[in-house]
DNA sequence: TATGAATGAGCGTTCATTCAT
DNA sequence: AATGAATGAACGCTCATTCAT
């Protein structure tokens, strides 16, 4: 079992970062299961049974690249949402926060949304996975408590949402463009009328 | 180069649709590249070998999946709305039939949306894909045409939508729900309100 | 799980045969460990991946292999010894019938000895091991009863017995001898004063 | 091209020695073939490079406990046998002198034997297999020259005799008992009727 | 001298595809 | 038309060996 967790945050890990960067690459251009290990291995630029040094097999690596993307998205969704704001003003926290982190690393958020429900993700991905979607929810519960959101499902309503972000993003990726900044602002308001009351 | 073309389409190859059913069940349960043809022949009651008598290549089989399902998908979701219908009137019907198909066919809804991008589809799959796109956008520059649909990048918002309606379904399909009469007409509501001006 | 069972004794099966013979001459040259699946499917004269259609694994052909020469093995040393015999002619039966095995089938001789131990023998491999064992025990405790064996733990003097008949078997292998009718009559006098009262 | 042969036999070396310990340890719990070096180096309690400081290869490695063990057993079991007395008393020496080798160093027994015939064995290693032999072989034909031993092939009487200590070594291992003194004198018997004219 | 990260050839095994029947 | 035994390239992974430190 290695998974080099003793290093600290700060340590230089090139061939473990070199690794995980190829993996996202590769995944989110093709899939897990059609990229090989010697593909990745060469275009992580090491040898093959390098990689296995870091990580115990091809599972344990897509979990801790996973793992890793997912806690990076959550914390730049929802991490910074400062307290004192309407439900209108925290959702464009949110919406921008979405757009930041898509911007940023698309690859990443592709590669996440597309490998949501994986057979081989484990409790910990899961774990990470669910984190977001719990917080949504309950900004979406606490909404209609105000009377700022829309009655219905917290559930349903959260999967509209994130699902019309997810669109968004695919569309632009499909079609080669960026989320530009009108873009942005025009999805706001419009993803924020399906959500308020 | 076969694809029994020269057979009308109503004669009935009962080999070729087993397989083309057995390939769907197994391409949703887990994914394309980790279903193995000799799986599938058995999960379609015939021989390894005689899946290439219909299909050129497990790629043929999966282009030609994606173009039934997505020829009967535009057909459901696109097909007959009649007439004179006001946009919002046009919208449930362009919303009751997505929830329709996929409510009706689930595992062909998930199939086209986690395939969408897949780097073996060809041509004639990508010209299927883009059908519905396409009648939808119609759709919307009519309804801003008529003032009763929010300005802005037509592409944008059907991405939007349509991204809306496969969070609802990925979020159903995880949390085992099915796709319920009162969620149908909430969420025609939520997205309206998404898309109307 | 396939073992071709089903398949009735007289039904030819010439791979599966080819495999294991190519395989006892390659585990009894090397070991079972330093033998490769490409080396024995090409001295089988198949494709490496139509071992697999006869066996499961490297290692339940290994075990298929010692079943099937430790059954013959053991037919071939005590299946046919008459009643009505005094010891010291049974013995000769035991003898003999060692010597035949082992002139008959010297690479099988060796394999059954070198891999008696092995960790990846299996429950059956096991038992078919013991089987010879315990039959000789029988016998030698018989032997005891009638006064014509000498005393002493049944065990310890069968260790004997077969050890000093491996040890022939492998003498001669390593000079490249073999074992001929004076050699077995030789020790056929030798052994039996060991083993008499 | 290493071995430290300028190190003088007294010299300390006590990496080396823990490679060659922690070697026949893990050679006679699995096999060679089965060990790996990184294992090797973890038991040995050095780095997996410092084994290479003092073996050129495996192959070198095993060929060097090989000889050590033999050297030590040919000396313990026909080092010192006095002058002056019969073959029977002689044999008693020999015997017992392999009972105290196997006793002391049950998996070094074990570990010659199973690697007796290794093709990785070199020229070296083979002579050193042999001295015990040619001993063996020496007294024997001795003794019938004395009329003390049977008449036949020295080299087949031999290969009986210490087959069927190794019989008995295999055994006690299996069954996981131990060689006691009782089992001691009365294969000592045994063993001497074989022989004995 | 000693280390252990790094390598890449080779392992056991799978699977898309072919072809004799 | 249909089969399924057979193939061999390619898979995920291991390990003897090297070499920068």
Redesign the interface.
């Known amino acids: 079992m290695n998974d080099h967790s003793a290093v600290s945050a700060t340590a230089v890990t090139p061939k473990r970062d070199a690794i995980l960067d190829a993996a996202l690459e590769l995944f989110s251009?093709?899939?897990f299961?059609?990229t090989s290990m010697p593909e990745l291995a060469q275009r992580a630029g090491v040898g093959a049974g390098t990689i296995y040094r870091y990580f115990d097999s091809k599972d344990a690596l897509v979990n801790a690249l996973f793992q890793r993307w997912k806690t990076e998205m959550t914390d730049t969704v929802s991490g910074d949402i400062p307290a004192g704001l309407t439900p209108r003003e925290q959702f464009t926290h949110w919406w921008r926060g979405l757009w930041t982190f898509a911007t940023e690393h698309p690859a990443a958020f592709l590669f996440l949304e597309t490998h949501?429900?994986a057979?081989y993700l484990d409790a910990a991905s899961r774990r990470a996975g669910a984190e977001l979607s719990d917080r949504a929810i309950t900004y979406i519960r606490d909404g209609q408590r105000r009377g700022a959101i829309?009655?219905?499902?917290p559930?349903?309503?959260?999967?509209?949402?994130?699902?019309?972000?997810?669109?968004?993003v695919?569309?632009?990726?499909?079609?080669g463009r960026v989320l530009n900044r009108t873009?942005l602002e025009?999805?706001d308001?419009?993803?924020w009328?399906?959500?308020?009351a």
């Open positions: 251009e093709r899939t299961a059609s949501h429900h057979a829309r009655k219905g499902s559930e349903v309503l959260m999967a509209l949402v994130l699902g019309a972000f997810t669109g968004l695919k569309s632009a990726t499909e079609h873009t025009t999805s308001d419009a993803v009328a399906l959500l308020a």
